[in-house]
């Protein structure tokens, strides 16, 4: 009867797990770091709603006060019953353009990036260094040149003239033009192969497949036209042509500064963005990771 030796091979010893770093204390810091810089943002809302609800004396008064002594819930509606400015008019004025200078932007920048990563042409890349160009020149350089042409078009106090000349942004054509070089080029293959043109192969591939990277640059663009004051200021000369910001500067003069009253409409003024960051912030972050921008 034979036997069989046993095998006294070693076997390996299984790698030792690696000890994630950080630990309780690390989970502790970065959490309390991170309270505190929630905190600091937090800081300027929190002093434009506290300054909105209380009245002038108590906003200039010596002795701070975190919290208005009564609140004046008056003032919310104080902005829209000023006859001196059209709150109301500014604040439609500005829904129009923001949404309308948004869609445009999207639309031809969108296409002028899928242009420039797909269509195969022979002075692509000239075109393109064109476009990186236009983001190295100052804005004032074109300012005067702007509103000459605006003016002589007669589009002064005009939506025309407050949209139209924004509708090409040559930084939101680039952030399109990355993007699409990293869209999978099978789909469209794919798309090309079913007798699609470019244009449908964009439009019925590419858009419902990029909706999230759509919906970062959207939320960057109407923000950006939202908050646009100087532009506005020149080209709405009348009140009734106004957009918000015109309408917030009109506010203060070199006789009277009313406190409660500027920071009540900066509240209002502040809240459809914060609505849209709100809604819209887990695309603005998907869609600026997908263009390869890291901070």
């Known amino acids: 009867m034979t036997t069989t030796a046993p095998d006294m091979r070693k076997t390996p010893a299984a790698p030792a797990k690696k000890k994630r770093g950080g630990g309780v204390l690390g989970n502790t810091g970065l959490y309390i770091a991170t309270g505190v810089a929630a905190l600091l943002f937090l800081i300027p809302f929190y002093l434009i709603v506290r ?17 208005p002594t009564d609140i004046q819930w ?53 075109i393109f260094y064109a476009v990186l160009v236009t983001l190295m020149i100052p804005t004032a350089v074109t300012f005067v040149p702007s ?15 407050l949209i139209i000349p924004g509708l090409f942004s040559g930084f939101t054509c680039f952030l399109f033009r ?22 449908g192969a964009y439009w ?8 999230n990277f759509f919906a970062a640059m959207a939320t960057i663009t109407f923000i950006s036209g939202w908050n646009s ?20 500067s009109a506010y203060m003069t ?18 459809p963005l914060v609505l849209v960051f709100l809604f819209l912030q887990r695309w603005l972050v998907q869609g600026i990771a997908q263009t390869g921008i890291k901070g």
């Not at 923001?98 to 869609?103: D, K, N, P, Q, R």
């Not at 004051?229 to 917030?248: E, H, K, N, R």
Request: a negative charge; one cysteine or more; aromatic letters at 14%.
């Open 51 to 67: 300054n909105a609800l209380m009245t002038d004396p108590e906003i200039t008064g010596e002795n701070w006060k975190w919290f």
């Open 74 to 126: 008056g003032n919310i509606t104080e902005p829209f019953k000023d006859e001196t400015v059209d709150f109301g008019r500014a604040l439609w004025n500005s829904w129009v353009v923001a949404i309308l200078h948004t869609s445009g932007i999207l639309l031809i920048c969108s296409l002028a990036g899928y242009g420039l990563a797909r269509i195969p042409y022979r002075h692509t890349n000239k």
């Open 147 to 161: 509103f000459v042409l605006v003016s002589s078009l007669g589009w002064v106090d005009t939506y025309r003239g």
């Open 178 to 199: 990355q993007y699409f070089l990293g869209f999978p080029k099978e789909l469209e293959e794919a798309a090309r192969v079913d007798g699609l043109s470019y244009w």
């Open 204 to 211: 019925r591939v590419v858009v419902p497949n990029s909706l």
């Open 229 to 248: 004051f100087l532009w506005p200021l020149v080209i709405g000369q009348d009140p009734s042509a106004w957009t918000i910001q015109v309408a917030l």
């Open 254 to 271: 070199n006789q009277t500064v009313n406190y409660h009253l500027i920071f009540m409409s900066t509240a209002i003024s502040i809240l």
